[in-house]
C-alpha cells in the first residue's frame, strides 16, 4: 500500500536558522511527490514537485527537496527561516506518477519561526 | 477561470440536514478531485471526475455522499443527513489531464476550500 509518513508533527525554528521538514514515502511504482503548505485558514499552495526529472527540486520561497530513492525519503529545506514560512507543510505522493490518481497526503508538519 | 473556485465558503447545518458544496474548476482542466480535511488535518480522497463522468470513486461513503460534475455547471458535493462527524473542510482541486503538456498534466490545483460545521 502507499502511504506516506511525515517524521515531526511540529518543527520549532529561530528566524534565520536552517528549516528540515522529514517525510518518507512508500511507493511499489515511480510516485510524483509534492510538498504543498497551508496557512491559517488558508487553502493549499504548491511549493514543489518531483516528478522524475531532477532529483534536486526548487520550489517557491526558497524551499527545496531532495528526492532520495535509496531512503525512500523527499525532505523539505530552507537554508533560512522568515517568519512568514509559520504555517502546516503537507508531504504528498501519487504513487503512480503518471496517471490521474488521488493523491496520499501525510500528517502535516506544523513549523514555527520563533524571532 | 484561472483559479479553482469553492462556495460557499462557510457552511452550517443542524444535524440531519443536507448540505451542498460547489466547486468551479479551473477552465479547460478535464479532471476535478474532491478532498475531506478532519480535525487534525487528516486529507481524505473522496471522489474524482473526468469531465461529467466519475473517475474514480473509492473514497466516497455512498450512503449519504453523492457528487456530480454536468456540462457547463460548477461541480457539486451533497450530503444527505449531515451527522457530526461530516466537519471538515472540503477541498476541491482540478488538473489538465494530457492537454496540460507532459510534465504538468498531473498536477492537481486546489481551490480554497468550504469549512462545513455540523451542529
Known amino acids: 500500500a502507499q502511504s506516506v509518513t511525515q517524521l515531526d508533527s511540529h518543527v520549532s525554528v529561530s528566524e534565520g536558522t536552517p528549516v528540515l521538514l522529514r517525510c518518507n514515502y512508500s511507493?511499489?511504482?515511480?510516485?510524483?511527490l509534492f510538498w504543498y503548505v497551508q496557512h491559517p485558514n488558508k487553502g493549499l499552495q504548491l511549493l514543489l514537485k518531483?516528478?522524475?526529472?531532477?532529483?534536486l527540486v526548487k520550489g517557491i520561497n526558497g524551499f527545496e527537496a531532495e528526492f532520495k530513492k535509496s531512503e525512500t525519503s523527499f525532505h523539505l529545506t530552507k537554508p533560512s527561516a522568515h517568519m512568514s514560512d509559520a504555517a502546516e507543510y503537507f508531504c504528498v505522493v501519487k504513487p503512480y506518477g503518471g496517471s490521474q490518481g488521488n493523491l496520499i497526503f501525510g500528517k502535516g508538519t506544523k513549523l514555527s519561526v520563533k524571532p | 477561470g484561472e483559479e479553482v473556485a469553492q462556495t460557499p465558503k462557510h457552511l452550517v447545518r443542524g444535524e440531519g440536514q443536507k448540505a451542498k458544496l460547489y466547486c468551479a474548476p479551473i477552465k479547460g482542466h478535464s479532471y476535478v478531485f474532491w478532498y475531506q480535511q478532519v480535525l487534525k488535518n487528516e486529507f481524505k480522497f473522496l471522489i474524482s471526475?473526468?469531465?461529467?463522468?466519475?473517475?474514480?470513486e473509492t473514497g466516497m461513503p455512498k450512503e449519504r455522499f453523492s457528487a456530480k460534475c454536468l456540462p457547463n455547471s460548477p461541480c457539486s458535493l451533497e450530503i444527505q443527513a449531515t451527522k457530526l462527524e461530516d466537519s471538515a473542510v472540503y477541498f476541491c482541486?482540478?488538473?489538465?489531464?494530457?492537454?496540460?503538456?507532459?510534465?504538468?498534466?498531473?498536477?492537481?490545483?486546489f481551490g480554497p476550500g468550504t469549512r462545513l460545521t455540523v451542529l
Open positions: 482541486a482540478s488538473s489538465p489531464g494530457l492537454a496540460g503538456g507532459p510534465v504538468s498534466y498531473n498536477e492537481q490545483f
Open positions: 511507493s511499489s511504482y515511480s510516485p510524483s
Open positions: 518531483y516528478t522524475s526529472a531532477a532529483t
Open positions: 471526475f473526468q469531465n461529467e463522468n466519475v473517475f474514480d
